[in-house]
Structure formats: structure tokens, C-alpha cells
């Protein structure tokens, strides 16, 4: 498969770009209730991106290492907190408008540095709901790992 190739080549690339994300609470952005529409959000610009042919553009970082040299925006996350990481100016803004209580910004790095994960987020990190009010089941613990820098895209 040349497009799951290419992205996990392009995950340890020391090539620099511009980067672009939108970070929060892993448990805010991969579990809560509010946020049931991101998963869609991201297998839908998966599923276009396969139809079309094109090369991944966008990551969920667990714990992005370069946050470590960015300390006054680190402290505003609760962690453990999770990044959606694009080098797509236009689609970070897409994801910061559909998503409240996230922080976005740019950073510009190798490629092999900015989609580095300080701690990974496992499937099981969080508690199960007590309540699931949403008229469809819960996606299950873990979903995001498809969309990781080393996923299966």
C-alpha cells in the first residue's frame, strides 16, 4: 500500500516543515460525550484522502513531545493530553471551530520531531461512562491509534 508507506516514511523524516495543531485533554478530545463527532470528522478526510490518492497530512500525536519546548502552552493542558498535528493551515482551523476548549498554534520542525508521542494513550485510559445519552453505541477505547504518526492510515 503506497499511501501507508509514504506516511510512515514521512513519520521519521528529519525534513522540517510547518506544522499546525490543535491540542487538549487526551480525555476531552478522544473520550467525551461532546466530542463523539471528531472520530467522523477524522475517518472521513481518512476515507477522502484514500479515494483521492493522497498522502496523509494529518496525525493525532499522544502526548506530543515538542509541547515540552513550548512550557507556557504545556501548563494550560491538563495532562495527559493529546495533539491533532497537520501541516493543513485551513483544516486546523476547520478542527479548532468544531471543537471548543482546544488550543491551537504552529510549530515548525522535522517532521520525526513533531509527530514524536512523549507517553502513548492507551485504549483502556479512560473510565467508561457512567450514562451514554447519544442515541448510538460508544466507539470503542483505542480508535485514535489508527490515526497515530505510525498508524495503520
Known amino acids: 500500500m503506497r499511501v501507508r508507506a509514504r506516511?510512515?516514511?514521512?513519520a521519521a523524516s528529519?525534513?522540517?516543515k510547518q506544522f499546525y495543531y490543535c491540542v487538549a485533554n487526551a480525555d476531552f478530545m478522544l473520550n467525551d460525550e461532546n466530542n463523539e463527532h471528531f472520530p467522523e470528522i477524522l475517518r472521513e478526510r481518512r476515507r477522502f484522502f484514500k479515494e483521492?490518492?493522497?498522502e496523509q497530512d494529518f496525525w493525532i500525536v499522544p502526548n506530543p513531545a515538542f509541547l515540552d519546548a513550548m512550557p507556557?502552552?504545556?501548563?494550560?493542558?491538563?495532562q495527559p493530553c493529546v495533539a491533532v498535528v497537520t501541516t493543513d493551515k485551513v483544516w486546523n482551523d476547520f478542527v479548532k471551530l468544531r471543537m471548543d476548549r482546544v488550543y491551537?498554534?504552529?510549530?515548525?520542525?522535522?517532521?520525526?520531531d513533531i509527530l514524536k508521542s512523549a507517553a502513548p494513550v492507551e485504549?483502556?485510559?479512560?473510565e467508561a461512562?457512567?450514562?451514554w445519552t447519544?442515541?448510538?453505541a460508544k466507539y470503542a477505547g483505542g480508535w485514535w491509534h489508527v490515526f497515530e504518526p505510525n498508524g495503520d492510515f
Open 14 to 16: 528529519t525534513e522540517v
Open 72 to 78: 507556557e502552552v504545556k501548563k494550560k493542558i491538563r
Open 104 to 112: 491551537k498554534g504552529g510549530v515548525e520542525g522535522a517532521v520525526c
Open 52 to 54: 483521492k490518492g493522497k
Open 123 to 126: 485504549a483502556d485510559a479512560f
Open 7 to 10: 506516511a510512515h516514511a514521512d
Open 134 to 136: 447519544a442515541p448510538y
Open 129 to 131: 461512562p457512567k450514562t
